[in-house]
T-cell receptor, first 117, second 109 residues
Framework: GAVVSQHPSWVICKSGTSVKIECRSL??????MFWYRQFPKQSLMLMATSNEGSKATYEQGVEKDKFLINHASLTLSTLTVTSAHPEDSSFYICSARDLGDESQPQHFGDGTRLSIL | GQNIDQPTEMTATEGAIVQINCTYQ??????LFWYQQHAGEAPTFLSYNVLDGLEEKGRFSSFLSRSKGYSYLLLKELQMKDSASYLCAVLDSNYQLIWGAGTKLIIKP
């Protein structure tokens, strides 16, 4: 089945640091990728929809200058958390849409746990 | 607006059966999905319903009634490893997934 690789799986860094998370579709081309954030004991919250070759669409309340998304190729999208602060600590999950697979709308990466000290 | 409702938490006994309900109101419908999520992990796909009726897959079954905007996930022969959150999600007319808040299932021995 379709595989989505997300890297890194765990990041611990100092406040003020910028952190880049990569999301790759390994065996299919993904024109659309999604970035989610999940705080402890809460459900997934869609942050933005990333479209290859165009600007990402951000959900209401998500700062696009804070969370930079780049989807430069059909297999790679990146999320950069700029000048991260402790309140940005969360579980970030990407997913990719495989148009050739009607049985599953999105394939998920394993997630990145971000801890800002 | 779009809305998906499911219970926040349920408790069941090992070996028993549990049914997790989900009701939805969305802009269009292109399928309903159930995902399992263990703490600290990404969701994993369980089932997909686009037509009315019951889909069975081993110990897990999922039911859909489009006219009622209703689905349930049925878990049989519960095992301790089934303790997780179960997320109901609907694919709307824009092919965007609308997520429920998830149901935390606690299995007791």
């Amino acid at each position: 089945g379709a595989v989505v690789s997300q890297h890194p799986s765990w990041v611990i860094c100092k406040s003020g640091t910028s952190v880049k998370i990569e999301c790759r579709s390994l065996d299919f081309q993904a024109t659309t990728m999604f970035w989610y954030r999940q705080f402890p004991k809460q459900s997934l919250m869609l942050m933005a929809t990333s479209n290859e070759g165009s600007k990402a669409t951000y959900e209401q309340g998500v700062e696009k200058d804070k969370f930079l998304i780049n989807h430069a190729s059909l297999t790679l999208s990146t999320l950069t958390v700029t000048s991260a602060h402790p309140e940005d600590s969360s579980f970030y999950i990407c997913s990719a849409r495989d148009l050739g697979d009607e049985s599953q709308p999105q394939h998920f990466g394993d997630g990145t746990r971000l801890s800002i000290l | 607006g779009q809305n998906i409702d499911q219970p926040t938490e349920m408790t069941a006994t090992e070996g028993a059966i549990v049914q997790i309900n989900c009701t939805y109101q969305t802009s269009g419908f292109n399928g309903l999905f159930w995902y399992q999520q263990h703490a600290g992990e990404a969701p994993t796909f369980l089932s997909y319903n686009v037509l009315d009726g019951l889909e069975e897959k081993g110990r897990f079954s999922s039911f859909l009634s489009r006219s009622k905007g209703y689905s349930y996930l049925l878990l049989k022969e519960l095992q301790m490893k089934d303790s997780a959150s179960y997320l109901c999600a609907v694919l709307d007319s824009n092919y965007q997934l609308i997520w429920g808040a998830g149901t935390k299932l606690i299995i007791k021995p």
